[in-house]
Structures are given as C-alpha cells and as structure tokens.
T-cell receptor, first 110, second 113 residues
Framework: KNEVEQSPQNLTAQEGEFITINCSYS?????LHWLQQHPGGGIVSLFM???GKKKHGRLIATINIQEKHSSLHITASHPRDSAVYIC????????????FGQGTRLTINP | GAGVSQSPSNKVTEKGKDVELRCDPI?????LYWYRQSLGQGLEFLIY????????KSGLPSDRFSAERTGGSVSTLTIQRTQQEDSAVYLC???????????FGSGTRLTVV
C-alpha cells in the first residue's frame, strides 16, 4: 500500500461543476502539498498545508490531521483546470523528502 | 532567473551512452531535489541537496546514477550506461530551505532507444 493514496484516479466533469479530489496518507507528516501538473510536465505548487484550510481563487484545500486526510476542491470548474493534481507529504521521518500520491487526472469538458 | 531552469528539455540517447541533465535552481534556494516520473507512474524521489550538507542519495535507483551540485547552485544529474528503463521525465525542484515553497522545473524528457 502506498503511503499516499489519492482518489479518484481519473475524473471527468462538465464546466461549472464542483470538483473534489481526495488524499489519504498513512504516515505522520509535517506538511502536505497539492501540486498541479499540466500536459508537457510542468508542475506548479498550489498549496502547502499543515492544518485547517487554505483558499486561493477557486481552489480550496483542507486537511484533517487526526483522520490523515486532505481534500482539494475546485469551484466553478473550467476547462483550463484540466490537469493532473498530485498530493504529496513531508513525512516526519524524512521531512525533507516529498512522498507523492499517484495523481488524479482531471478533465473538464466545456 | 525567475524559475527553475532545466536543460535539455528533451534528450534522445542510445542505450549504453552516458547523459547529463542540468538544473539551474532559483537563486538563493538552498534546497534542490531531483525526481523522476516514468510513463504512467507517479513522481519518484532521486536525490536531495541542502546547502553544504551531504546529499540524501537514498532514491537513486542504481550506481549508474549520480548527481553533483556545484557551488550550492547548479546541479547535474548523470546517468551512465543508459538503459531503456531510464526513459522518463526528470524533474528538478528547489526551495528556500527545504520542506516548503517548492518550485519545479519543466523537466527533461529522456528517451533511451
């Protein structure tokens, strides 16, 4: 079992829908990251969380430390949101090294 | 520069040849990471540099892989005697101190034929 599990692996939705991507982890962490990878490989860091909730534009990230679970939400989704969303954690044992989930491929159709 | 720069962006090499991949991190970022993403796979940690400390090489898959970081800035990942399974996108990232504020490069797509 991977230390970081994401669901769903693939998600297709219509423009305007509310999107939720889930991340569960099995190790103690100091921080959790949500990353966005567009076709062509470039990766952008969206959020870093250690507790609570963060919001940036239409993106919202939440984390529940007790349940070892995080969610990434996209409101009013748009085709340009189509990308692979990756959850990654800094584990307490090796804080400097990110452990990645397998990613969620999101496709937003117009 | 404004971001993490990697070169080349694409590299096709023959099996058995050596390749060098370059990463130019954001100026002032003390932490530098190399990751690998094979086709259809998630990101895999390779090596981590932090300042003048000894690098964490625990992710390097074999002794054909090595990396240097000269002067605390530019890093070179070298793969000797390339194999077809080395084909992947190699991503570099830097951060101000490590474990937060990562900036990723666009990657080098390596194809071994």
């Amino acid at each position: 079992k991977n230390e970081v599990e994401q669901s769903p692996q693939n998600l297709t939705a219509q423009e305007g829908e509310f999107i939720t991507i889930n991340c569960s982890y099995s190790v103690g962490i100091s921080a959790l990251h949500w990353l966005q990878q567009h076709p062509g490989g470039g990766i952008v860091s969206l959020f870093m969380l250690s507790s609570g909730k963060k919001k940036h534009g239409r993106l919202i990230a939440t984390i529940n430390i007790q349940e070892k679970h995080s969610s990434l939400h996209i409101t009013a989704s748009h085709p340009r949101d189509s990308a692979v969303y990756i959850c990654a954690v800094n584990s307490n044992l090796r804080a400097q090294k990110l452990v990645f989930g397998q990613g969620t491929r999101l496709t937003i159709n117009p | 520069g404004a971001g993490v720069s990697q070169s080349p962006s694409n590299k096709v090499t023959e099996k058995g040849k050596d390749v060098e991949l370059r990463c130019d991190p954001i100026s002032g970022h003390t932490a530098l990471y190399w990751y690998r993403q094979s086709l259809g796979q998630g990101l895999e940690f390779l090596i981590y540099f932090q300042g003048n400390s000894a690098p964490d090489k625990s992710g390097l898959p074999s002794d054909r892989f090595s990396a240097e970081r000269t002067g605390g800035s530019v890093s070179t990942l070298t793969i000797q005697r390339t194999q077809q399974e080395d084909s992947a996108v190699y991503l570099c990232a830097s951060s101000p101190q490590g474990n937060y504020g990562y900036t990723f490069g666009s990657g080098t797509r390596l194809t071994v034929v």
